[in-house]
C-alpha cells in the first residue's frame, strides 16, 4: 500500500485557507491511484481550544473537501477535523477517511484528550479504538495524545490492525517522546506504525515537524524534518504477517 503523508503548517483557524493549502501541496506532487493520504490532527484550524472556530458547521466544509480529495485523486484520504458533540460537550476531535467514492471509511474520536491545554473541557472524549481496511491493510487510526497510553493500541492489534495511523498537533518540546513512543508502539504490537505531525507556529506553541514512520521491527522508514512537505512511502502487508507468524508476541498476550 501506499501512503503520501502531508506535514502541514495549519493557518490558525481559517478552514478556507488550509483546504487551499493542501490542495497546493498535493498538487505539487504524484498521488497514484489507492493511495492512502494522510493530514494531521485539526488539519483546518489547528489545535484551538475555540470550539466556535473549530467545530464544522452541519454543512461539514472539512468532510466534504476530503471528499473531494478523495474523489480528485481516486485515493483514500484520513484527516483530522473537529464534528459535533454530544451533551455536555459542543465538539468532538475526530479522524475520518473517506475513499474516493465519498463512503467514508472510518470515523474515530480522540479517546485521550489533551488535559494540560483543557481539551478534555471542551471536546467530548471517544470510547474504543476502531479499524478499517484499505488495499488489504487493516489500519487503526489514533490521535495526538493518545500515543502515550499503549493500552489503546493493544486492543486494536488484538482485532488484526497491520498500521496504525497517529495524526498529531504534537510540540516541539516534547518531540523527542513523540518519535520514540511511535517507534515502541510499532515494535510492540508488530506493526507498522505511521505519524503525522503538524509543523510551524501557533499563537502559544511552535510544532517541529518529525512526522515518521517505523516497520514492525521498529525501523525508521523516514522522519522528516521541521518544514511543510509531503512524504510518500510503500508498505507491504505481508511484512506484518510473517513477522507476526514468525515471533509469537501478541499470541502469547494474557
Known sequence: M?????????VWEDRAANHRRVSELLAATSV???ALVVLP????TGFSM???????????????????????YDAAVLAGVVGQGT????????????????TELVRY????????????????????????????????????????????????ARDGAELFVVIACWPEARAEHWVRLLQARAIENQA????????????TLKYVGRSVAFS????????TDHSEQVVQIDIDPQEVRRWRAKFPALRDMR
Not at 490532527?41 to 483546518?44: G, L
Not at 507498522?192 to 499563537?203: A, E, K, L, Q, Y
Request: proline share 10%.
Open 50 to 72: 475555540n470550539v466556535d472556530a473549530t467545530r464544522q458547521p452541519p454543512s461539514l466544509p472539512s468532510d466534504q473537501f476530503l471528499k473531494q480529495i478523495a474523489s480528485q
Open 192 to 203: 507498522f506504525v505511521v505519524g503525522v505531525n503538524r509543523c510551524g507556529t501557533d499563537p
Open 216 to 223: 514492525p521491527m521498529g525501523e525508521c522508514l523516514f522522519e
Open 41 to 44: 490532527e485539526m488539519f483546518d
Open 109 to 156: 474520536r480522540k479517546m485521550q484528550p489533551f488535559s494540560l491545554s483543557g481539551e478534555g473541557e471542551r471536546y467530548g472524549r471517544g470510547e474504543a479504538h476502531v479499524v478499517f481496511t484499505w488495499k488489504d491493510v487493516v489500519i487503526s487510526p489514533f490521535i495526538c495524545y493518545d500515543l502515550r497510553f499503549p493500552e489503546l493500541f493493544r486492543p486494536a
Open 2 to 10: 501506499h501512503i503520501v503523508a502531508v506535514q502541514l503548517d495549519p
Open 87 to 102: 451533551e455536555p460537550y459542543r465538539a468532538s476531535n475526530e479522524a475520518v477517511a473517506y475513499d474516493g467514492h465519498g
Open 32 to 34: 497514484p491511484a489507492g
